[in-house]
């Protein structure tokens, strides 16, 4: 199974885009499950959303705990609370932001002190997703884009089923600005991705070196 | 066809194809994604003829709902938590009225505090009120239960709740395979009512009743229920043949051969009990579980037939009895006969309180060894309680 966690904020579309996941997943033949967080979701609060992909049929329930890759749609919740809890060794960050993944980490770091784990190089990535969404869609509702990126930076769905299941939800005019800020954010993360296999490894350093000790001491 | 769907729309295009000619609806979280897919079915055309009423409470809902199939329409609505509380003297009516009322309880915690997620306190307050009560494990069966319960509540004119949990199901995206209007219509005839109210033949219909004949309007009330234990079985042999698939039934055992444990539970937590099964099973404890989809009436038969090999009972709540303990396990208990076996009652995911793997487990191991209170709250934080 690969479970997948998103953090944003109330308006971001974070459950959507778990939905949309799910659905992607799908309709590539897999099974799927996506749930909220269950919270009183309001515009600005921070919003949680799972998904859960698998060969097999998903029975469990529990929210996930242990994520294989986290969706970060607020950077500045990396101040705030502990996005990265419970992150597989080996999982993946994709984060929506204008900086680069090494600053970025670096700057969570100093915010969050302690809780930063060790990223595994090659696996943080970063794509402007508000900024996309405001060319394409007129609105800063990254999450389209960040499906985009998520699906160039882990391989796990395709472009092409993310802007099905875009367009399977929203009516066209919309879908298609989506649909748009998808592939964008999908070709921005893959064409970065050398680059951003040599930043994220300063960040693993930097935080490394920087955080993990004081934390464990 | 199998879609990719959240719970309750996927309840929503199954109850349209239910064709109920009257649809109430009161919003609650999180039962509101139902009805506000069911109105957007009738009001595009697609649910026809069906009459969708906003009404100013629950209360009114089921009062709209009574008054509807006391003149031989289907209807239908849906509720959670404080909604349901609301219509409780109502619930009682449409039971004892005999109207084959199907009614979707989307389980949420009931104030104070107020706490919006889901438990099972809602619709086990009300599971004496008379009506059938069906807990789904999965969106496919709570679909699938809407249109056996249809059937089930016009067979035995006696009104239908489905309950399924608030968020974990209803707000859940997971496959289901939707039913088509041909097999709904093969399996759910029109609804003929016995009697209706009919201006151009008046009738009375629950006058007052007194010393004379209460007990005995009671005592059918309860035979009649019995009834829908051959029944359920009947229609869910029915539902599988004509649909392919297995959904309902009194109840769901799950890897019971050769267990010595048995966790016995309601709803969407079985998921997650039945991975715990399978982890513990890999290692060697011999342990199963069993799903209640019946709860009303209670199929004491059947549980007993379940657990007759099992050396202990974990029977898992999402509810209990203040100054009591367990609601379950007590109807549990009384299923039992013979030597007494252990039986644990873990209270467990109130408010809300998410259920894992990670507790179940522990809770399982420490019940075979013995080391468990006959009366467990799951995950209880000692430090806010002093």
Not at chain 1, 86 to 105: F, T
Not at chain 2, 38 to 58: A, H, I, M
Not at chain 2, 204 to 222: C, D, K, N, T
Not at chain 2, 258 to 281: F, I, K, N
């Amino acid at each position: 199974v690969f479970q997948i966690r998103i953090h944003g904020r109330g308006g971001q579309g974070v459950v959507t885009a778990a939905e949309l996941l799910s659905v992607a997943a799908f309709d590539e033949g897999r099974h799927a499950q996506a749930f909220p967080s269950f919270g009183s979701e309001r515009t600005g609060a921070p919003v949680v959303a799972f998904c859960r992909i698998d060969d097999r049929p998903i029975r469990l329930r529990e929210p996930i705990g242990e994520p294989d890759a986290i969706i970060v749609a607020d950077p500045t919740l990396l101040g705030q609370i502990d996005v990265l809890a419970g992150l597989n060794p080996d999982g993946y960050v994709l984060l929506n932001s204008e900086r680069a993944a090494a600053d970025l980490i670096g700057a969570a770091a100093d915010l969050i002190g302690g809780r930063v784990r060790p990223l595994r190089p090659g696996r943080v990535f970063v794509v402007p997703a508000t900024r996309l969404a405001m060319e394409h869609v007129g609105r800063p509702v990254p999450n389209a884009a960040l499906l985009g990126g998520f699906a160039a930076a882990t391989g796990l769905v395709s472009l092409a089923s993310v802007q099905d299941a875009i367009r399977d939800r929203f009516p066209p005019a919309v879908a298609e600005a989506n649909v748009a800020a998808a592939a964008q954010a999908y070709h921005h993360v893959d064409a970065a991705q050398a680059y951003q296999y040599v930043d994220a490894a300063k960040a693993y350093h930097h935080v490394a070196a920087e955080t993990m000790e004081p934390a464990h001491a | 066809m199998r879609r990719q769907i959240e719970g309750s729309r996927a309840v929503a295009e199954t109850v349209a194809l239910c064709r109920p000619e009257v649809i109430c609806a009161y919003p609650i979280s999180p039962q509101t994604h139902i009805v506000e897919a069911l109105s957007e079915l009738v009001k595009s055309g697609r649910l026809t003829p069906c009459e969708y009423v906003n009404v100013e409470s629950e209360f009114a809902a089921m009062s709209v709902a009574i008054g509807a199939s006391a003149t031989g329409a289907r209807a239908y609505t849906a509720t959670a938590s404080q909604g349901l509380l609301y219509m409780v003297e109502a619930l009682y009516n449409a039971a004892g009225l005999g109207l084959p009322i199907v009614m979707t309880v989307a389980n949420r915690a009931i104030g104070a505090p107020i706490n919006i997620w889901n438990d099972h306190s809602d619709s086990m307050s009300q599971r004496d009120s008379g009506w059938i009560q069906l807990y789904a494990q999965t969106n496919q069966e709570a679909a699938d239960l809407h249109i056996q319960a249809f059937r089930l509540a016009e067979d035995l004119s006696t009104p239908v709740m489905v309950c399924m949990d608030g968020f974990v199901l209803t707000h859940a995206y997971e496959a289901v395979d939707l039913s088509t209007q041909e097999q709904v219509d093969g399996y759910l005839p029109r609804f003929e009512p016995r009697q209706v109210l009919d201006p151009a033949e008046p009738v009375s219909i629950g006058a007052m009743v007194g010393p004379e004949a209460f007990m005995e309007v009671r005592y059918l009330a309860h035979l009649n229920q019995l009834r829908a234990l051959e029944r359920i079985p009947e229609l869910a042999g029915e539902f599988a043949t004509a649909f392919g698939r297995t959904s309902g039934g009194l109840v769901s055992p799950y890897r019971i051969d050769g267990a010595d444990t048995v966790v016995v539970a309601l709803g969407s937590v079985l998921g997650t009990v039945q991975d715990t099964v399978d982890e513990l099973r890999d290692q060697g404890v011999r342990i199963g579980a069993l799903g209640i989809t019946t709860f009303r009436p209670f199929p004491a038969d059947a549980i007993r037939a379940a657990l007759a090999n099992a050396d202990r009972v974990i029977v898992l709540e999402k509810a209990f009895a203040v100054g009591v303990g367990g609601i379950v396990s007590a109807d549990v208990r009384t299923a039992l006969t013979g030597p007494e076996l252990p039986l644990y009652t873990v209270v467990a995911g109130l408010g809300g309180r998410p259920i894992t793997r990670q507790s179940l487990r522990g809770l399982f191991v420490n019940a075979t060894v013995g080391r468990l209170e006959p009366l467990t709250f799951l995950d209880l934080q000692r430090e806010l309680v002093g």
